[in-house]
């Protein structure tokens, strides 16, 4: 069963940390990991196979920007850059996203690393002033100034 979709809206705009022309970067309110964060389309398509060419480039130069500045700030070497697509698959908004989920060794994964997909189902969400903390960090780092 696939819920409302809150990346077409634009309060998803407080979690963000950084935009492009068509992708968002936004932290993620249930972070399985310090650091987690979502890169999002910002036109609505469910499935990879729907983005035009320059939103797939796009996708991956946001990768780009803000891996190497969560890799600083979380204490990061290594991630999980992973994507569920389709009701079956465990998507629960029914909007594009890919989960980017910074590790390092000593993370609470590294006993069994493919527990981090539990971990997407089952982490709780954080408080509105850890969010923010989060977002502002990120924002500052980035040289957010939207
Ligand atoms: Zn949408």
């Known amino acids: 069963m696939m819920k409302f979709d809150p990346f077409c809206n634009k309060d998803i705009l407080n979690n963000a940390f950084y935009l492009t022309e068509s992708t968002m970067a936004v932290y993620d309110i249930k972070p399985v990991l310090p650091g987690h964060s979502l890169l999002i389309p910002r036109r609505h398509v469910a499935d990879i196979t729907a983005l035009e060419k320059n939103e797939v480039v796009d996708i991956f130069n946001t990768l780009n920007t ?9 204490n990061a070497d290594s ?3 992973t994507a569920q697509v389709g009701e079956y698959s465990g998507m629960t908004v029914p909007h594009l996203h890919f989960h980017f989920i910074p590790r390092n060794e000593k993370d609470k994964f590294q006993t069994d690393n493919n527990s981090v997909y539990e971990g997407i189902e089952h982490s709780k969400q954080i408080s509105p002033t850890e969010m923010s903390r989060n977002v502002e960090l990120l924002r500052k780092e980035l040289n957010w100034s939207h």
């Open 79 to 81: 991630y999980d850059f």
């Open 66 to 74: 803000i891996k190497p500045v969560i890799f600083k700030l979380y």
